[in-house]
């Protein structure tokens, strides 16, 4: 069974305004990395604040871990777009703020925050207030904020927009760890098709007014998978498929 | 070395006292009317030495902390209770408007006579009085979150409890401290309202007895000292709150 | 609480084992004023230890205004009223069940005060002028109606300003031409350089006593002899402030708000003395109440429209406790 | 159909009501310390059908929003010219946060011997009244601006002028508006006791002379239309600002 | 004569911390197309910002157009890492601040800001209020209002890191159109090499603690670029050679 359904979904903000989704289709299994594509303003970040219970579809169901979904779950974290920091705490406090509204954080908490926030490259900067930060810094800060809680279901929106080659790899690498390690069931939402490929075992790409799953491709490379599986020919064939895809659904939007 | 704006405000400060004692002195204008400057400074320094104003500035003292301590529980209290529960708010908005836009200090003459005489009926009134400024930027700063971090606290399904004191508490804090700096200085005026309708002592207490005794040098030197209590006051809330923001 | 009367009057002279030994009976005084120096003669009396050698627990619960005093008896924060007649006239229109049981002061302290400049002589002087109050809640303003009732006018024959507590600055401003003002109003005024001014006394028309003491019919009847007690006291300081008037005056420098300077207390008590007297009173003793004069001055204020209606002040005037005391 | 909520507002207004009455018939207090809300009731009822009030609304309206104009012009202008200029701040400081402090309702008497009689004095004092709580709220409002903001503004070489208006102004509308329900309720306030000092007209004047007559049920519904008076002029606050916020 | 000169230009934040840049040395020529790549953190935005005269410089001297930097300049248009816009102003209101705070916008203004919101593709939203956008869009405004002030100089942070593979290239195409066409100097922060490469006439590597121009990579394409050179294997080498060379740096760097 799926561990996320969603069923004729459809949202709409205002009523004055058409859908931005409609009839969406969708089944993730438990474990497995999906990413999403779609142009900017398509309705990716809409998708997955349904995904998160962040918002109601106007119409459907959506389901996870068989429950029907009304707000967030207890299993879900979700990762904005935009990095969403208190100006009054600094990173590790940021980072330290879902496990505080579970419970008191103890010593290996923090420990494990700090381990974090190593790991995501900011080990010299846990004491920096937000505004202090880099924007690529603020990023991550809530990739650390979210891979601590190790969670069940994990949404990403747009996560490594913000960073460097360099930086995104050694990340990437994390995230395939953590999802490896917990079988973390993850949707992530990108615009580097490359990055959908080489992460995922399933791309979904969005588009049409209102937007709706246009296509579904899977990625079949074999897990683990290693940095360098992006020079692999079939991974650049892939790519390069998924590209054209893209390009060729976008040219029959045109208006 | 000092500021020049510093050099500035006192010259100011400078200039208007010597004004006003060339215009008294050469207007002669009578001391009940006008008092000059110096007549005033020399009143204080009398009444100083001879311990005249020490009971009174006492007293309005224990009215001013009581009362806005008492008011700062409730108006703090009930504007977290208000921007907590939906239900209370709708219930008790009516009430709460009534109560603010309520004349307090015109009920003065009747708090007298229902809580009789003494501290307590003064301490009713300050409360009353700083309770509307501070449960109105309470309310105010506690509603001033952004969405962003709202949706944040959503999705880390914060209870409601835990959305006021990590997310809504600390965004309102400098709303609260605009409401102290505003509560803070109706207490001393309301204190001294207080006094007026009846009180053995008290800086109020004495205004009325210098008008009394047509003492306008009094009711001046008085005066003086409200103000340099309110500002006492003023600049402690500005520190403390320099010291949470630090913090 | 007939043995408490019996001990103080065995051991008048050592307070200190009447104070340990029995309870001292609280007696809750409402003022219509704070704790000036014009009744510097309970501070003496505070300051002796008389109450206390008369069993009795004083405290002072300032107001302002006749009508705080009288409403404060009714509400029960205090025992006893030191108010002005107005006050307890108008609480017995409202029903109240009150009793007059002293005479503090039976000389009437208002008057209407003119610069010599303005040339105002007579009430009819007046007509069509500016002439200051402080409030219409206020002694001024009720004795001015009744200056003018007496000059065949009413409060619309003159422009009624109030001035607030203070009134001789406008006069002084010359924003009015006439002020309505007490007795001691006018000696502080003076003591501002007023200057030259004309004086028009209103007990030369109507003398209404100012102040009386006055307790809730309540208290009368259960409290007579404690009532007795205070009065007497009272009675014994007035005539030792007659006396004594330096003495009371030093006493009033600490106790009384308005005390600071020992020579305006002289002043202030020595015109307040001779407010407590008169021939009438010097003959039947302090605090006995003229109810023809009492009856003449609801009459005047039923006929000024402040009354709507009769109150027969008569009837719940008593000598009864003034003729206990000795 | 009427919500939940407003159902329980008015049995809570109605339960309280009722309590009073029965308490005052029961334990047969009188009228001179608590009339009853019937009684209340009967004297408003009386009053309104002599128009006998009427004059004394107008009065205290006249000075409210005489005061209230004034006071919003010097409060929010002075709030501005402050944010605007660090010289003009750092010179007014000690007065602004001195006149913040002084009681200016203590003031009354000096007011009036100054300003003479008449809606003068009354306009003044309540426009002191209004002016510091919406002086603080327009300074708290425009130094709110996000940084990033100002930033932004600055990139774009706006000057100081167009900073405040298109960028500061429109961030501290908010906070002014919270100064204006504040401010809005005080100038009442100050309007009463301005006229409990001196007046021959207004529901201030109505006070004294009811204290004067002993006629407490007269006060009573005199505090009602005051209350009645600010409950208006709050919601008239907060129906600008839906108005400003919907533009 | 360059357009830009920085001369030993240090920067230090609090005088706590190490300063963030140091001996930062770079010359920018008229009508230059710089794009500055760097990791998350190094100071781009920082350097980008002291070009901006948004930052003074600790140390050292900028001068643009020969006169030595201390505030923003007229001529200067400058693009935030963060879309910053007024919540209380919609799309086009919020495109046409620049211009009111030089004038009152005519009709002919409010025309061109409709064809530049048109160009970014936000012909369909321009009286939707911020929070109404998703991210990507609200991207898209602040490059409208960018473009719409045709600059001299336009400073770049990050612009296109929130949109999709297409809409950047829309938007590539519309940007090298304007810096072509005004002969606008441009300073562009990316993380995208492929982008950097297909933009630039020369590419400036910071990096270091404090960080500095480690490195200057030159792009000689030929201009007009057109779309298809991105596939074109001199193209594709030298990004390759770019990307060899960041990752050469990184790892001296590695601590
Ligand atoms: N206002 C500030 N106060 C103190 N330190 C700051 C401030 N702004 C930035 N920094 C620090 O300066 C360094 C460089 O920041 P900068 O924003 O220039 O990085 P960047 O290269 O733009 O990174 P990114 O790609 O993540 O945007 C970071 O370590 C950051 O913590
Ligand atoms: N709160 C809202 N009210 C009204 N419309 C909204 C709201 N949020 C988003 N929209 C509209 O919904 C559409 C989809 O927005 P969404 O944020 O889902 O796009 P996206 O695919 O995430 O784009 P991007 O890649 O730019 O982040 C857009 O047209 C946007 O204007
Ligand atoms: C000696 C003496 N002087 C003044 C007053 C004050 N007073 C006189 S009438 C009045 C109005 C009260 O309704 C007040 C306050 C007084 N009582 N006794
Ligand atoms: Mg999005
Ligand atoms: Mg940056």
Redesign the interface.
């Given at each position: 069974m799926p561990i996320i359904t969603c069923r004729d979904v459809a949202l709409q903000f205002t009523n004055d305004q058409t859908p931005v989704l409609d009839q969406i289709q969708l089944d993730i299994q438990e474990g497995e990395f999906v990413s999403i594509l779609g142009k900017s303003g398509s309705g990716k970040t809409t998708l997955l604040q349904l995904l998160?219970?962040?918002l109601s579809p106007t119409k459907g169901v959506i389901k996870v871990l068989g429950r029907t979904l009304t707000?967030?779950?207890?299993e879900?974290?979700?990762v904005?777009q935009?990095p969403?920091l208190?100006e009054?705490r600094n990173v590790l406090e940021n980072v330290l703020?879902?496990l505080?509204?579970k419970r008191k954080p103890n010593q290996d908490d923090i420990d494990k925050a700090y381990q974090v926030l190593s790991a995501v490259g900011l080990k010299q900067h846990v004491t920096k207030y937000p505004h202090e930060l880099s924007g690529g810094m603020m990023s991550r800060v809530t990739l650390a904020r979210a891979f601590l809680m190790e969670p069940k279901i994990l949404l990403m929106d747009e996560p490594f927009s913000a960073l460097d080659a360099m930086t995104k790899e050694q990340l990437h690498l994390v995230l395939l760890k953590l999802t490896q390690q917990f079988s973390t069931t993850t949707v992530f939402i990108t615009h580097d098709i490359t990055e959908a490929t080489y992460l995922s075992d399933r791309v979904v790409l969005l588009g049409g007014y209102p937007a709706h799953v246009k296509q579904e491709f899977p990625v079949t490379f074999s897990r683990p998978r290693s940095k360098k599986l992006t020079f692999d020919s079939r991974f650049i064939a892939t790519t390069k498929q998924l590209y054209d895809l893209i390009e060729g659904l976008e040219d029959d939007e045109k208006d | 070395m000092m500021?020049r704006?510093?050099i500035?405000?006192i010259l100011?400060?400078v200039g208007i006292l010597a004004a006003w004692e060339i215009v008294v002195r050469v207007k002669e204008i009578?001391?009940?009317?006008?008092p000059a400057p110096s007549a005033i400074g020399a009143n204080l320094f009398q009444?100083f030495q001879?311990g005249?104003f020490y009971p009174h500035i006492l007293a309005t003292s224990i009215e001013v902390f009581g009362g806005f301590f008492v008011g700062a529980i409730f108006g703090i209290g009930l504007g977290f209770l208000v921007a907590q529960s939906k239900?209370v708010r709708?219930?008790?908005?009516?009430?709460i408007?009534?109560s603010?836009?309520?004349?307090?200090?015109?009920?003065a003459?009747?708090l007298?006579?229902?809580f009789?005489?003494g501290y307590t009926p003064k301490i009713v009134i300050v409360a009353l009085v700083c309770f509307?400024?501070l449960f109105?930027?309470t309310v105010?700063g506690l509603s001033?979150v952004s969405?962003?971090?709202l949706?944040?606290?959503?999705?880390?399904?914060?209870?409601r409890t835990?959305t006021l004191w990590?997310?809504r508490f600390?965004t309102a804090m400098?709303?609260i401290f605009?409401g102290l700096?505003?509560a803070v200085?109706l207490s001393?005026?309301g204190a001294?309202?207080s006094e007026?309708?009846?009180?053995?002592?008290g800086l109020?207490?004495?205004?009325?007895?210098?008008?009394?005794?047509?003492?306008?040098t009094l009711?001046f030197s008085v005066?003086i000292l409200?103000?340099?209590?309110?500002?006492i006051?003023?600049?402690l809330v500005n520190w403390i709150e320099a010291l949470f923001l630090k913090i | 609480e007939e043995e408490v009367q019996e001990v103080v009057n065995e051991e008048e002279s050592s307070q200190e084992e009447v104070t340990t030994e029995f309870e001292l009976e609280k007696i809750r005084m409402a003022s219509w004023?704070?704790?000036?120096t014009e009744q510097a003669n309970l501070y003496l009396a505070e300051e002796r230890g008389w109450f206390e050698e008369a069993a009795i627990d004083f405290e002072?619960?300032?107001?302002?205004g006749g009508g705080?005093a009288v409403?404060?008896i009714i509400?029960g924060?205090?025992d006893i009223a030191f108010a002005n007649v107005e006050a307890v006239l108008l609480a017995l229109e409202q029903g109240e069940d009150l009793r007059i049981i002293y005479n503090i002061y039976p000389e009437n302290v208002f008057n209407l005060i003119s610069l010599k400049e303005s040339n105002i002589t007579s009430v009819e002087d007046l007509r069509g002028q500016d002439v200051g109050i402080y409030s219409r809640s206020s002694g001024t303003y009720q004795n001015l109606l009744v200056l003018l009732h007496q000059a065949g006018m009413t409060e619309d024959d003159v422009n009624l300003i109030e001035t607030?507590?203070?009134n001789?600055?406008p006069l002084?401003?010359k924003q009015v031409v006439a002020t309505a003002a007490t007795d001691t109003?006018l000696f502080?005024?003076q003591?501002?350089?007023l200057g030259e001014v004309d004086v028009i006394e209103v007990k030369d028309v109507l003398n209404t006593p100012a102040d009386v003491f006055v307790v809730t019919e309540k208290t009368f009847q259960e409290r007579k002899e404690a009532l007795v007690r205070f009065l007497q006291v009272y009675r014994d300081s007035v005539a030792y402030t007659m006396e004594h008037p330096e003495e009371a005056a030093e006493v009033a420098v600490g106790a009384a708000?308005?005390g600071?300077d020992v020579e305006?207390n002289i002043e202030i008590i020595t015109i307040r003395n001779n407010t407590s007297t008169n021939e009438e009173i010097a003959e039947k003793g302090l605090g006995w109440l003229n109810l023809d004069i009492l009856q003449e001055v609801e009459q005047t204020y039923y006929d000024l429209g402040l009354l709507s209606e009769r109150v027969h002040v008569e009837t719940i005037t008593t000598n009864e406790l003034v003729e206990q005391l000795n």
């Open positions: 998160g219970g962040l707000s967030p779950f207890d879900i974290t979700y904005f935009k969403i208190l009054w703020i879902p505080e509204l | 500021k704006t510093n500035y405000s100011l400060f009578s001391k009940i009317i006008l009444h001879s005249y239900t709708e219930i008790l908005q009516p009430y408007i009534a603010q836009a309520m004349p307090k200090l015109a009920l003459p009747l007298v006579l229902w009789g005489f509307f400024p109105e930027s105010t001033h969405r962003e971090k949706a944040l606290f959503h999705s880390l399904r914060a209870t835990q990590k997310l600390p400098p709303y605009s700096r505003v200085v001393v005026v001294v309202i007026f309708i009846g009180a053995n002592k109020g207490a004495l205004i009325i007895a210098s008008q009394g005794m047509m003492d306008t009711m005066f409200l103000t340099l209590k309110g500002i006051l003023y600049q | 004023s704070q704790p000036i002072f619960i300032p107001g302002a705080d409403r404060n509400a924060n205090a607030g507590v203070l001789f600055g002084m401003n109003g502080d005024a003591r501002n350089e708000i308005d600071q305006r």
